[in-house]
């Protein structure tokens, strides 16, 4: 008897004493759920933050296993940047569940993407017979540069409210970075300008933000379903729906296998492409700018 | 909102009354011209006052100073998911098993139902109803029965009926606490619902030390060490009803446990994850078996060590990967065991037992999994009072070996083939061949690390 009231006891002195926080000159410590994230943080916070990205270029986000590594990163975490939309919903729950109060749900450092953009491809109907749909809309925000404008001034905001003394540090960057993107857009626009309105088969829509930005066709994909992957009679039925119209490209993220892809690109004659999709997702994307003009480059040549 | 409603309604008056007025003639349509004059400056005032809040608003001039609450930041757009409260999820869990022989008891071992090879034929195996929310800013509950089919009947079990603090609670940074009925931490396999395993049953020593899960009811406390890897510590108090307890009367506290975790990765690649626990109680009642025909009471300490290593090509287990897994079970018993059909009466023991397995499961194509298993236990002693009984093992060291094959074709479907050669007495060799399959909707499922 007497030991359970003591353990209740010193939970509660635990709950009560031991809370102390005050922020130094450290770095505001940030947890992103992807490399797109982590980079538009480094952008805005530059040295002021310390940004630990759970995945990379390689791996499927929606896929990854939540690991023992994030759980010790997403404890201490002061800023949580993630995509949002159902997008990590196979492992960041039950992380932020063992994450630092600071990041919870409706908290400053709680910071979802697809909650400050307007979403694409919302699904009429959720069936999973369709596929594993996010009844959100497309969760893969970060290739619409107007949609980076909108989070990186959601992130300078939050950043100034989480470190105080440095307010100043990140409105500045942040000017910074939105007047270099601003300049930048219309030079992409322009490249890509010779592309517009021809078709790309993605293996995944994932990168249906940028297509629809560049106005790029780009209603079929590989997968037949979203989350299954593409079946060979969904394939053949995609050489007879082209025809002679055939399509401009066929693209693939880093973390997606070749084999369909390069199937299709052999038989209708179409080269596949594997485009960086994020920061590390090939030599050249080394930041988001870097990125994006490896994406067009790619997508125009 | 309110005022809005109003300045709507109030526009919408005025437009008709507008249009009438233009009919008229004279003092009356000037009066009236004059009313909707005012009624619009009036109105036009409030706009422009409204108007300047809402600049206010946007520009952050709101009397907090949005220390903690998100009044500076941009509004929200409403995101309605599918992230309903609660989460409401169903697995289920059906298979078809064929044996070659007749039973599947582990003579010496005095295991419980659970532990047992399951149904022979077609059947339904563990339908799981699952519903889990936050309950509010501070607490997390979540909720999970099983169907099952037993002797016969239908029978519901509560598998999990826990609340769980979440960090908006205020505890010390990395502490939770959870409380009710759970997969409690325990081993690698203990936390993880029986659907989500990697193979069509449970490894042997988890069917005779825990009776395939332990879930007694009661309290545990953890907390995440604040190390760059991963480590985390805790320990829980329990009341002793669950297998391999029995019988507590709920005076004081009869079961308990401690554990410590590392884990972390190698380069980008690998990663791993090492654990041990203690779980320690008293069977004063009776660990009853076999419908209460064995019985042991006395006190139990098991101690389990755990290990488990991922590796995936660029670490990203969606196209490959290979899972190797481990436990090692080491069981000290002080107590009396009885086997009444055999009329041993109590017979004192003061013994140790061990037992463990371990796994590789490989995901060689990205719908495609080939897993091996391999569980041993090791012989009791058998004092001299149960020579003969149904805990005389008979120098018998029982072992496993399992192979499986599944197929997944969504996150929620998965279908399997497992085959099992079970050597658990001496002179019988068991071979088993299991069809299974797993299916869940509702909730997209996370599961642990």
């Known amino acids: 008897m007497y030991r359970t009231v003591g353990i209740f006891l010193s939970i509660f002195l635990c709950t009560t004493l031991l809370r102390s926080p005050s922020r130094a000159e450290e770095p505001v410590r940030v947890f992103a759920c992807e490399p797109e994230w982590a980079a538009l943080v480094s952008e805005v916070g530059g040295e002021k933050v310390k940004v630990f990205s759970a995945t990379t270029a390689r791996q499927n986000p929606h896929y990854v296993r939540a690991r023992p590594s994030m759980l010790a990163k997403i404890r201490k975490a002061e800023l949580l940047v993630c995509s949002g939309a159902s997008l990590e919903v196979g492992w960041l729950p039950i992380l932020l569940r063992r994450g630092s109060a600071d990041i919870q749900r409706n908290k400053l450092g709680h910071l979802m993407a697809a909650d400050f953009v307007e979403t694409i491809e919302k699904p009429d109907r959720l069936d999973r017979s369709l596929g594993d749909m996010h009844a959100e809309g497309n969760p893969h925000v970060h290739l619409n540069p107007f949609n980076i404008l909108l989070v990186a001034e959601e992130i300078h905001k939050r950043l100034g409210l989480i470190d105080v003394g440095g307010k100043a540090f990140y409105q500045q960057r942040y000017n910074q970075f939105e007047s270099r993107w601003r300049e930048a857009i219309p030079v992409w626009e322009k490249k890509a300008e010779t592309i517009r309105a021809k078709v790309v088969i993605p293996h995944h829509k994932n990168m249906s933000y940028m297509f629809e930005w560049l106005g790029l066709e780009s209603t079929l994909a590989l997968e037949d379903k979203p989350g299954i992957p593409p079946r060979m009679s969904h394939l053949k039925q995609l050489i007879t729906t082209f025809g002679d119209n055939k399509p401009h490209l066929i693209v693939r993220t880093p973390y997606e296998p070749s084999k369909p892809s390069q199937w299709l690109s052999d038989k209708i004659s179409v080269p596949e492409k594997v485009l960086p999709y994020t920061i590390g997702g090939d030599v050249h994307s080394e930041d988001l700018f870097s990125l994006y003009d490896r994406m067009i480059d790619l997508l125009v040549n | ?449």
Do not use: C
């Open chain 2, 1 to 449: 909102m309110n005022m809005l409603i109003r300045i709507v309604f109030a526009a919408l008056l005025v437009v008709p009354i507008g249009g009438i007025s233009r009919a008229d003639s004279g003092d009356a349509a000037s009066a009236i011209r004059a009313e909707i004059e005012a009624i619009r400056s009036s109105y036009e005032s409030r706009i422009l006052e409204l108007e300047s809040r809402i600049a206010k608003i946007e520009e952050g001039e709101t009397s907090t100073n949005g220390s903690t609450v998100l009044a500076n930041t941009t509004t929200q757009r409403k995101v309605f998911g599918r992230d309903f409260n609660p989460s409401i999820g169903v697995v289920l869990n059906g298979r078809f098993a064929r044996f070659t022989e007749d039973t599947g008891e582990i003579p010496g071992f005095g295991i419980g139902h659970e532990g047992e090879r399951g149904r022979e034929g077609v059947g339904i195996s563990h339908s799981e109803l699952n519903f889990s929310a936050n309950v509010d800013d501070k607490f997390f509950g979540s909720l999970t029965a099983a169907l099952v089919r037993e002797d016969g009947e239908d029978k519901v079990e509560l598998e999990e009926a826990y609340i769980q603090t979440l960090p908006g609670l205020g505890l010390f940074e990395g502490l939770t606490v959870k409380a009710g009925r759970a997969l409690w931490t325990l081993g690698y396999l203990n936390e993880h619902h029986v659907h989500t395993d990697d193979f069509a049953d449970r490894p042997l020593p988890y069917r005779v030390f825990l009776n395939g899960i332990f879930n007694d009811d009661g309290v545990e406390v953890s907390y995440l060490l604040p190390t760059d890897f991963y480590s985390e510590i805790g320990g829980g108090v329990f009341r002793g009803d669950d297998f391999p307890f029995g019988g507590s009367d709920g005076e004081g506290i009869d079961a308990w446990s401690l554990f410590a975790r590392v884990g972390g990765d190698i380069g980008e690649n690998q990663n791993w994850r090492l654990g041990g626990s203690l779980l320690s109680g008293k069977a004063y009642g009776g660990r009853n078996t076999e419908e209460g025909a064995q019985s042991f009471v006395g006190d139990t300490d098991l101690y389990v060590a755990d290990l488990r290593y991922t590796w995936a090509p660029t670490g990203n287990p969606k196209t490959s990967e290979l899972i190797l897994q481990g436990e090692y079970f080491w069981r000290d018993e002080k107590g009396t065991y009885a086997d009444s059909e055999e009329g041993t009466g109590a017979v004192a023991f003061d013994d140790t037992l061990e037992g463990w397995y371990a796994q590789a499961v490989y995901k060689f194509k990205p719908q495609w999994r080939l897993g091996l298993r391999y569980g041993q236990l090791d012989q009791p002693d058998v004092p001299l009072g149960l020579v003969g009984s149904s805990f005389d093992s008979q120098g018998f060291e029982p072992s496993t070996f399992s192979a499986m094959l599944d197929w997944t074709n969504s996150e929620f479907s998965r279908m399997r083939i497992q085959f099992n050669r079970e050597n658990l007495a001496s002179g019988y060799s068991d071979d088993q061949f299991i069809f299974q399959y797993i299916m869940s909707f509702g909730a997209h499922g996370a599961h642990k690390y």
